[in-house]
C-alpha cells in the first residue's frame, strides 16, 4: 500500500494492517454513510474505511498538517475514490468538531494528537448517532497501558481514557487487541 509508505516518509504513523481491518469491519457493519475521522495521517485509516462504507458513504478527515491531507488525497485518487466521498478539512481538530452536527455520525475515528483524545472522544460522542461506533486508535499505547507502573503523560491519557469510557453510561465499550489497540464504543 502506497499509502503506508507516504506514512513513513512524513513521519506518521498509521493504522496497524489488524485495525484497519477492525475499522473496516465496523464500517460495513453499519453500513455507515457518514464518518468522521480524526487525524488524516497518510490516508491509511481513510482508505480501510471508504472501501467498506456505503458506496455513497462520505469520511470526513480533519488534520492539522496539510502535507498529511496531501498524500492522503493523493493514496484516494490512486485507489479510485471519488472525491465526492471524501471531505479533508484543514485545522485543528477542537477547533473544528464544534462546527460538525450532533448526532449525524455514524462512526468517529480519534487516531490524532494523543493529549487531546479526552476532548476528542467528547466530542465524537456528540457526533455520534444512537448505534454510532466510537473507535479510538491506540488505545494500548505500545503495550504501555496495561502496565501501572508506566505513568508517563500520553500512557497515562489513554489509560484514562479507557477508564472513563468504561464508566461512561452513554456507550458501550471494548478494548481489542487489534493494531496497538483499539478502544471501540457503540453510542447507546
Request: hydrophobic fraction near 45%; proline fraction near 4%; charge should be negative.
Amino acid at each position: 500500500m502506497r499509502a503506508r509508505e507516504r506514512a513513513d516518509q512524513l513521519g506518521c504513523t498509521p493504522v496497524m494492517p489488524g485495525a484497519g481491518a477492525v475499522l473496516a469491519v465496523l464500517a460495513a457493519t453499519l453500513q455507515a454513510r457518514a464518518v468522521v475521522e480524526i487525524g488524516t495521517g497518510a490516508g491509511v485509516s481513510g482508505l480501510y474505511l471508504l472501501r467498506a462504507m456505503a458506496d455513497d458513504g462520505v469520511l470526513t478527515s480533519i488534520d492539522l498538517e496539510v502535507e498529511h491531507q496531501r498524500a492522503a488525497r493523493e493514496a484516494f485518487t490512486e485507489e479510485g475514490v471519488k472525491p465526492t466521498r471524501t471531505r479533508l478539512i484543514g485545522g485543528r481538530a477542537l477547533d473544528v468538531l464544534p462546527r460538525l452536527t450532533d448526532g449525524a455520525y455514524d462512526l468517529v475515528l480519534v487516531d490524532a494528537d494523543k493529549e487531546s483524545t479526552p476532548e476528542y472522544v467528547e466530542q465524537a460522542l456528540r457526533l455520534l448517532r444512537p448505534g454510532g461506533v466510537l473507535a479510538v486508535d491506540n488505545a494500548l499505547w505500545h503495550d504501555r497501558v496495561a502496565d501501572p507502573a508506566r505513568r508517563d503523560a500520553t500512557t497515562t491519557t489513554m489509560r484514562d481514557v479507557g477508564r472513563r469510557l468504561a464508566e461512561d453510561e452513554r456507550v458501550l465499550t471494548a478494548l481489542l487487541p487489534s493494531g496497538d489497540g483499539l478502544l471501540v464504543g457503540v453510542r447507546r
